[in-house]
C-alpha cells in the first residue's frame, strides 16, 4: 500500500486536468456513444505506457532524438485539424443535438480517433512514461505503484464516460453542445500550440 496509494494519487492527478483525450471521452459519455469501448480504449493505453515507464523505457526517446519532434509535430497537425472539426460544428450548430442518437460515427472511426488523440500527445509520454516511470523507482515496489497508476487511469476514464450522462438533461439545449464543441476547439488549438512553441 505504501507504493499502490502514492502511484494511484499521481497517476489520478496527471489525469485531471482537461486534455484531448478527456474532453472526447465526455463527448462521447455525452452522446452516449461507444462509451465502455472509448473508456477500455483509454484506459488500456494508459496501461500500456504506465507498464511501460514503470519498467524502464523512458530513457527511449533518449537514444531516438527523431522520435520526440516526430510526436510533436504530428500531434500537432492532428490536433488541429481535429479542433477545426469541432470549431466547424460549433460554428453551424444544431448538428449534434441528440444526446443519445450518438453522432453518427461508427465503432471503428471513434477508436482511431480516439487512438490518434492518445498516441500521438507527447505529453501523454511525458506524463507516463517519463515522469510516473522516474517517479515510480523511488518506491520500494514499483509493480504495486504501477498497478496503483492504472487502477486510477481505470477509474478516472470509465468515470468520465459513464458520469457524462448526468449532464444530458443540460446537454439537451443546442446551445449548450455549440459551447462544448467550442470549448473542445479551443482546447485542442491550445495544446497544439503548445506542443508547437516547446
Not at 48 to 64: D, P
Not at 127 to 153: H, K, N
Request: aromatic share 12%.
Amino acid at each position: 500500500m505504501s507504493s499502490f496509494l502514492p502511484g494511484f494519487a499521481l497517476s489520478l492527478t496527471l489525469i485531471l486536468a482537461i486534455g484531448a483525450q478527456n474532453a472526447f471521452v465526455l463527448r462521447q459519455g455525452l452522446r452516449q456513444a461507444h462509451v465502455f469501448w472509448v473508456c477500455m480504449t483509454c484506459a488500456l493505453s494508459d496501461a500500456v505506457l504506465i507498464a511501460a515507464g514503470v519498467a524502464g523505457f523512458g530513457g527511449l526517446a533518449e537514444h531516438l532524438p527523431w522520435f520526440e519532434p516526430l510526436m510533436r509535430y504530428g500531434g500537432a497537425a492532428f490536433l488541429i485539424w481535429y479542433g477545426a472539426q469541432n470549431a466547424l460544428s460549433a460554428w453551424r450548430g444544431g448538428a449534434a443535438l441528440a444526446v443519445a442518437g450518438g453522432d453518427g460515427a461508427g465503432l471503428g472511426a471513434t477508436i482511431l480517433t480516439l487512438l490518434a488523440l492518445t498516441w500521438l500527445n507527447p505529453h501523454v509520454y511525458l506524463d507516463t512514461v517519463v515522469l510516473l516511470g522516474s517517479i515510480s523507482a523511488q518506491y520500494p515496489d514499483r509493480l504495486a505503484f504501477g498497478a496503483g497508476a492504472v487502477l486510477a487511469s481505470f477509474c478516472f476514464f470509465f468515470s468520465l464516460g459513464f458520469g457524462a450522462r448526468l449532464l444530458g438533461p443540460l446537454f439537451a439545449n443546442p446551445r449548450s453542445w455549440q459551447v462544448l464543441d467550442a470549448v473542445i476547439a479551443l482546447t485542442m488549438w491550445a495544446i497544439a500550440l503548445r506542443l508547437l512553441l516547446m
